[in-house]
């Protein structure tokens, strides 16, 4: 069976965001007011497994070994039937 698959990955609270600062000090500029500004990358893909545990399995390990570094990411996972 084919799983959609959304990971959602962030900085863990208290890490620095040289991006998020940078949005914000530019929002400044142009008369915005916002605070707490935070970035995340959305990976999306399709994949194959028996189950949904097994796809959860799956995209866990590759979030471990690949897709962020769990030293310093967050990372959420979604996943639903093609």
């Known amino acids: ?9 962030s900085l863990k609270k208290g890490m620095l965001n040289p991006e998020a600062s940078t949005i914000e000090k530019a929002l400044a500029l ?24 097994e796809a959860e399995a799956q995209v866990d390990e590759m979030c471990q070994k690949l897709l962020c570094n ?4 967050d990372y959420e996972i979604v996943i639903s039937e093609e």
């Open 1 to 9: 069976m084919s799983y959609d698959v959304e990971v959602k990955i």
């Open 30 to 53: 142009l008369s915005f007011d916002v605070k707490n500004t935070q970035t995340i990358n959305i990976i999306k893909f399709t994949i194959d497994a028996d189950s949904v545990t």
């Open 70 to 73: 769990p030293v310093i990411h």
